[in-house]
């Protein structure tokens, strides 16, 4: 009988996800295919890199292209979409992508790699602001919980498994180009085939940096600070694991393992963020990320524990940049969330562009535990900035206004898929006395 009570119950919950998943499976499928070619695109370039010779600062300065090219397109997105509609932006973009993938193994140099970078970024995330604005449109109130979760799920296990792909070929040839191409280029179909009709775009201006500042520093120095560890992070990372001595094989999963540890820690320790001062989380948090980063360059040679320490890196630092915009919400109004959002990315973005060049130079001048190194250097910074923060405001704890958001590696249009009851509702009283002032032009 209980078997059958819960079988019945299993049932009733995949139909029940079958019928929320169903109406935005197009876009789903379309996340997944592109977050497997570029997923596999970041990590095969690394290992090819240093197949060719490339130095370390080289291909720190190469990686800190697409970060600059994702900055770019930031910019581009929403007028591209508004002059000539989803799809068709999402076909040219698509295409392009998809060409400077091949174009990686047909000009083998740095300096076309760092320019084909810049191209690729700008075309993602393009494409990442096409799905996600219409993946918000396709979800009413009492769905965007369920379906951000489901977005989640999808992204972060898209870009695990993307690293596994490294398996199936040698990175000394074409195969592994072509396949990511290839994954490009067919996410194309669901949304050429599509016959949801197309959202309307608005461009929402960012807030101006100063007064975010104002409002948090912390959530500020938050995104820059966690923009270098993760810029160096999803950079160099790899290359990192073929110079301790792992095959491509080692490389992918240790990739994977990161990921995974970064996806499976943001939950609990976001939620723990919500009943807790977020400053002293993210205290709590760098100080452990920097005693992870220290303990994956002890245990580099010590076997799968590489995977393990990598896996508790991931696991702290990536919950870094969330809990940051945490901070920064708990201090804005509804109508200024995606907008202050958009500009914290804009600091982040700022960060990863930079963070690959330092780490490289880095690692090409003290070794590739130089990069540990600097991820150490980076969380400790922001820990040591958070604290000074805290001794000198004192400030008391008062419960936040809003809940902690786990953040995709795409863009901050996907917040608003969030139901308006996870985000704050009123803004302080600085905020709205100045709310003429604090939106950029």
């Known amino acids: 009988m209980l078997i059958t009570i819960l079988l019945w119950y299993v049932h009733c919950l995949f139909l029940a996800m079958l019928l929320?998943?169903?109406?935005?499976?197009?876009?789903?499928?379309?996340?997944?295919?592109l977050l497997l070619?570029?997923?596999?695109?970041?990590?095969?370039l690394a290992i090819r890199g240093g197949l060719e010779g490339f130095p370390d600062d080289t291909m720190g300065l190469v990686m800190s292209g697409y970060f600059l090219g994702f900055f770019v397109g930031t910019?581009?997105?929403?007028?591209?979409i508004q002059r000539v509609g989803h799809i068709r932006t999402f076909t040219c973009c698509a295409a392009l992508a998809s060409c400077s993938v091949l174009l990686h193994v047909l000009f083998v140099s740095p300096l076309s790699w760092l320019l084909l970078r810049v191209l690729t970024g700008a075309a993602l995330v393009i494409l990442y602001t096409v799905l996600e604005s219409w993946l918000n449109t396709q979800s009413t109130g009492t769905q965007r919980g369920r379906v951000f979760a489901v977005y989640m799920v999808v992204n972060l296990g898209s870009l695990a498994i993307a690293q596994q792909l490294i398996r199936i070929g040698a990175p000394s040839g074409f195969m592994l180009f072509s396949i990511?191409?290839?994954?490009?280029?067919i996410s194309l179909v669901p949304i050429a085939l599509t016959r949801m009709k197309q959202p309307e775009i608005t461009v929402i201006p960012r807030l101006?940096?100063?007064t975010i500042a104002k409002l948090s520093p912390v959530a500020v120095a938050g995104a820059l600070l966690s923009g270098l560890a993760m810029g160096g992070f999803w950079g160099l990372s790899a290359i990192y694991a073929g110079d301790v001595g792992l095959d491509s094989r080692g490389v992918a999963t240790f990739m994977s393992c990161a990921i995974l540890g970064g996806a499976l820690f943001q939950y609990p320790l976001g939620r723990y963020s919500d009943t807790h001062d977020r400053r002293r989380v993210i205290i709590v948090v760098t100080a452990l990320a920097a005693v992870s980063a220290?303990?994956?360059?002890?245990?580099?040679?010590f076997g799968n524990w590489v995977f393990l320490m990598a896996a508790?890196?991931?696991?702290?630092?990536?919950?870094?940049?969330?809990?940051?915009?945490?901070?920064?919400?708990?201090?804005?109004?509804?109508?200024?969330?995606?907008?202050?959002?958009?500009s914290l990315?804009?600091?982040?973005?700022?960060?990863?562009?930079?963070?690959?060049?330092?780490?490289?130079?880095?690692?090409?001048?003290f070794g590739h535990h130089a990069l540990t190194g600097y991820f150490v250097i980076m969380q400790l910074a922001l820990c040591l900035f958070t604290a000074r923060h805290l001794m000198a405001n004192k400030l008391q704890f008062e419960d936040n206004s809003a809940h902690f958001v786990a953040m995709v590696r795409t863009t901050p249009t996907v917040l608003e898929m969030l139901p308006e009851e996870e985000l704050p509702n009123e803004a302080p009283p600085n905020v709205a006395a100045s709310e003429d002032s604090s939106i950029a032009s």
């Not at 220290?294 to 040679?301: A, G, P, Q, R």
Request: aromatic share 8%.
């Open 345 to 365: 990315l804009f600091i982040h973005g700022i960060g990863a562009a930079l963070g690959p060049a330092l780490a490289g130079r880095g690692m090409a001048v």
């Open 75 to 80: 910019f581009l997105a929403l007028p591209l």
């Open 208 to 210: 101006k940096i100063g």
């Open 294 to 301: 220290c303990l994956l360059s002890v245990f580099s040679y």
């Open 20 to 33: 929320l998943i169903v109406p935005i499976t197009t876009l789903l499928l379309s996340v997944s295919l």
């Open 37 to 44: 070619g570029s997923g596999l695109l970041n990590t095969l």
């Open 312 to 342: 508790l890196y991931g696991g702290f630092a990536f919950c870094v940049y969330p809990v940051s915009v945490a901070i920064l919400m708990d201090k804005l109004d509804h109508d200024h969330i995606l907008s202050g959002a958009s």
């Open 180 to 185: 990511a191409a290839m994954l490009i280029t």
